[in-house]
């Protein structure tokens, strides 16, 4: 018992079994999803079973002056997991049990470690969904989606993570643990402080329990898949469709790169020299509302002169999705690089930002295809390159630089859904200002003063303060 | 391949990998560790971390986290950018053997493997000695060491607990004649037999055998042929698995056979796949390798699309569920041919389980060696097969046939286990009593 290490004195917490500190351990902790960003190997990894346990990790990295990495599955797409100053991560592998699906409530109650298609599962024989669907439900926990706001295809009908979240328990950089919202659909006690901790991207507390919304799945649906000559045909469709007074579930948009991509990777049966492409889906509880509100979208997209297939079956909604799902597949096989970027616009300035992704492509000589999510302005301008040409990646980066600039020209911002991690983090004052700067850095000092949870993410330092450097 | 030919290879494979982690949601060994060492991406990075000179090829760790894989390929049906992860786990571990050499107890079963007469005679005298180790367990038709030896074999996987298929005195090749010729034969096949069904299930050999000669198939069945070399090849010999594979090309040649059939879902990969990867360069026996490789089916493939097998009458009164082996499905893609066998069978009732296609944990040696890991992903399986209502667990491969029988008695189960050509030969030999029946009334 007289193991003063790190290692010893964690295990004394979580027990030998659920700390992990050889090497070969840590590399497979040392990145995420992310491309182009820096590698680093954490000191140890923790595994606790329990908030109390997760009290006393927080307690004793802060006694030692040692950062605290939080870490689901490592999904995130903006280096938000990466240990970027070594120290502890600390996995929520082994807090992965759903504790409640109240249907009578319509919530469910999780740990972090669950993962977001388990939670659905649970909710599937009550009749309910969990909406927020990001491309990697099947691995994301729940905690890291909370942390991150994920967003994906229904954000439009359905919204984000953020509109779902009513309640969590949150240990502090103090050791504190705090419980605040619940199951009532109203409630004003004290701060608002799920919004606070939804996108704080674990820089604010360590979130160990999450109470979500949940709704009724909807019973019927309609898919259609429409191609377009023009960009601006597809656009004004998009425009179309919400002035007809039609939210579709899904509004999917590629462009020509992508669409030429795909049907060479996957043989889907899309036009070559289509400009652009539309997968369209419309849901809900009524059956003579889905169609009605899918004859709605077919007058529009012919309106437009758009080529349309409409799925009869869940095997052709199945194909007309493939097309959808391989973008970013098909993109990837092009080089061993994948910068995915996820810049958001107002709605109406869809098709003027894939018109600028593109030329940003050609002036920097760079294979860039774009695709996303149209309905809510929501894109992924994604630049497939080779990470040991220097000079092709240092015109990524500039071709980077510019997408924000554009995005943020249109009345746009940085990151949809992807968060601001270490990816983004040197371009926030473009967007917030330094009065922004100065916000983010207040609630971090007030919250963490010595910079112990998830450093050197979201908030850029005023000065080196971090913990343990 | 050249050194360098192998590294770029390797590296081309790596890069294919986006890190985005898909691979997580359908890995066994991950499912039951929750450490991202455990999983497809991890074992990437540590590849990355070896080649970049951050990690060693003779750090036990490393050795041991780059071995604690099924091969199971159940990543490669889930990767959005298609990495061939078998092929980076085959690589890794041919460097940690050409770097280290095989351990010495590796070395000698592995030789003995590649040698046939020492293999076989080796076979035999456990079978006749197995009474001294094992004891019988009646339920089962199964054995299960005696306490003595389960003490001493507790750490190999061998506790009192485990139930094991008995070897059998007289393998399936000393039973069966070389040629089983057929009247009015519709076709001549090769049978390749593997190591399971030889010395563990001589008799769902013969159930195969039997099923063939109902479809008026003449067989052959090699008697030079040897192991397909998987289970070398998966530990990095891939000397071994280069030698073997060259032996049984040469068995095959002179059958005269149109195909070769397997009933394993790894035998059938090696044919399929494997022999052509290993003998790529090969002058002489590459274009053998695609030769075979095209003209090989498992035997269920060979009954439902090549031959259109006659349905059988004989009602076998059981409730089934299937197990998919993941070298049949994931490799051979072999997964609707077996189940419709299984509803052609009169009065067999199918209940499908949750994740059929889910890794039983077998991964050949990987259940002696990780016996942890792979008692949890075998307790899910289990579970599953046993929520179906099934009487009966059917599967394609005998590798998990041995892990089911064990893994049903071990977590509390009383499903038998059978191969679904066992299953489909009883079928037919119910249909011949019922007729011999009927003939004798009239």
């Known amino acids: 018992m007289s193991d003063t290490s790190l290692a010893g004195r964690l295990a004394a917490i979580v027990g030998a079994g659920h700390v992990l500190t050889h090497k070969v351990d840590l590399v497979a902790y040392s990145y995420d999803a992310t491309a182009d960003v820096p590698r680093q190997i954490p000191d140890a990894v923790v595994m606790p079973a329990n908030t109390d346990e997760i009290c006393k990790i927080v307690n004793l990295a802060r006694a030692r002056g040692i950062p605290i990495y939080p870490r689901g599955a490592g999904t995130n797409l903006s280096g938000g997991a990466i240990p970027l100053h070594r120290g ?15 249907a009578e409530n319509l919530t469910a109650t999780v740990q972090p470690g669950v993962v977001i298609q388990e939670l659905n599962n649970a909710a599937a024989p009550h009749g309910l969904i969990y909406p927020p669907d990001p491309g990697t439900v099947n691995t994301a926990t729940m905690g890291g989606s909370v942390a991150e706001n994920s967003g994906g295809l229904r954000g439009l009908k359905y919204g984000v993570t953020k509109h779902y979240v009513m309640g969590m328990e949150v240990v502090l950089a103090n050791g504190d643990k705090v419980r605040f919202g619940g199951k009532t659909v109203k409630n004003v006690t004290a701060y608002d402080f799920s919004s606070l901790f939804v996108g704080s991207e674990g820089t604010l507390g360590i979130i160990t329990k999450i109470t979500v919304k949940l709704i009724p799945a909807p019973k019927f649906r ?3 898949l429409a191609t377009y000559q023009t960009i601006e045909d597809a656009g004004n469709t998009v425009a179309g469709i919400i002035r007809a007074q039609v939210i579709p579930a899904t509004l999917e948009i590629l462009d020509r790169k992508t669409i030429e991509t795909v049907e060479a990777y996957a043989h889907v049966g899309l036009p070559t020299g289509a400009e652009a492409l539309l997968l369209i889906e419309v849901d809900g509880m009524a059956e003579a509302v889905v169609l009605a509100e899918a004859e709605a979208v077919i007058k529009t997209v012919a309106e437009n002169r758009g080529v349309l297939r409409l799925a009869k079956s869940d095997a052709e909604r199945d194909q007309l999705w493939a097309a ?4 970013l597949p098909a993109l990837a096989s092009l080089n061993n690089t994948v910068v995915l970027e996820d810049a958001t616009v107002p709605r109406s300035r869809i098709t003027e930002m894939l018109v600028a992704c593109a030329a940003i492509g050609r002036k920097y000589n760079l294979v860039l295809g774009t695709f996303g999510h149209a309905g809510d302005g929501n ?4 630049i497939l390159a080779d990470k040991n040409d220097a000079d092709e990646m240092s015109r990524v980066h500039q071709a980077v630089e510019e997408i924000f600039e554009t995005a943020l020209r249109f009345g746009g911002t940085l990151s949809g859904e992807h968060g601001i991690g270490i990816a983004k983090m040197k371009f926030l004052g473009s967007e917030i200002g330094e009065s922004g700067l100065n916000l983010m850095r207040s609630i971090k000092d007030a919250l963490d003063p010595t910079h112990l949870l998830n450093p050197g993410k979201l908030v850029p330092d005023r000065e080196a303060v971090h913990a343990g450097i | 391949m050249p050194a360098s030919e192998r590294e770029a290879a390797l590296q081309s494979e790596l890069d294919k990998c986006m890190h985005c982690g898909m691979c997580m949601a359908v890995c066994p060994v991950y499912a039951t560790e929750k450490s991202e060492a455990a999983v497809a991406r991890g074992k990437i990075g540590i590849a990355e971390a070896v080649i970049s000179g951050d990690l060693a090829l003779d750090d036990q760790e490393v050795i041991d986290t780059l071995f604690n894989c099924l091969v199971c390929k159940s990543c490669m049906q889930a990767c959005p950018s298609g990495v061939q992860f078998d092929r980076i786990m085959l690589e890794m571990r041919a460097q940690i053997v050409e770097k280290n050499g095989l351990p010495w107890l590796k070395s000698a079963i592995f030789g003995a493997l590649s040698r046939p007469a020492v293999l076989d005679g080796a076979m035999k005298a456990g079978a006749a000695l197995q009474g001294l180790v094992f004891r019988d367990d009646p339920r089962y038709r199964a054995i299960s060491p005696r306490s003595p030896f389960a003490f001493i074999g507790k750490r190999a996987g061998f506790d009192s607990d485990r139930l094991f298929p008995p070897p059998a005195t007289h393998p399936l090749r000393d039973r069966v004649p070389e040629v089983l010729p057929a009247p009015q034969a519709r076709m001549r096949v090769a049978f390749f037999t593997g190591c399971s069904f030889n010395y563990f299930y001589p008799e769902t050999g013969i159930d195969l055998l039997a099923v063939l000669a109902e479809n008026q198939v003449e067989v052959i069945v090699p008697k030079d042929q040897q192991c397909c070399g ?5 530990h990095g010999d891939a000397a071994t698995a280069r030698t073997l594979a060259r032996n049984n090309i040469d068995a095959m040649e002179g059958t005269n056979a149109q ?16 022999f052509q990867q290993l003998l790529g360069g090969d002058p002489v026996y590459g274009e053998r390798a695609a030769y075979w490789g095209a003209h090989t089916y498992d035997v269920s493939t060979f009954l439902t699309d090549v031959l259109k097998f006659r349905v059988p009458r004989g009602r076998v009164e059981a409730v089934v569920t299937y197990h998919d082996s993941c070298h049949l499905k994931k490799s051979m893609k072999v997964f609707r041919e077996p189940r419709e066998i299984l509803r052609a069978i009169p009065g067999l009732i199918f209940n499908e389980m949750s994740k059929p296609d889910a890794c039983c944990g077998s991964g050949g040696s990987y259940s002696l060696t990780h016996i942890a890991t792979s008692s949890d992903i075998a307790r899910r399986k289990a579970e599953d097969a046993a929520a179906t209502g099934a009487s009966t667990v059917a599967t394609g491969c005998p590798a998990c046939m041995m892990q089911l029988l064990d893994s049903t008695h071990r977590f509390g189960r009383t499903q038998r286990i059978r191969h679904y050509i066992s299953l489909l030969a009883e079928s037919y030999r119910v249909e011949r009593e019922d007729e011999g029946k009927n003939d004798g009334a009239l």
Do not use: K
Not at chain 1, 324 to 327: E, G, K
Not at chain 1, 379 to 382: D, N, W
Not at chain 2, 230 to 234: D, F, G, Q, S
């Open chain 2, 259 to 274: 195909y070769i059939i397997t009933g394993c879902g790894s035998c059938g990969s090696a044919w399929r796949h494997q």
């Open chain 1, 379 to 382: 894109l992924h301008p994604t």
């Open chain 1, 222 to 224: 309609r898919t259609m």
């Open chain 2, 230 to 234: 998987t289970p070398v090849l998966v």
């Open chain 1, 88 to 102: 502890i991560v600390l996995s929520f592998q082994r807090m992965n049990r759903i504790l409640e699906v109240d």
């Open chain 1, 324 to 327: 959808r799902r391989a973008a």
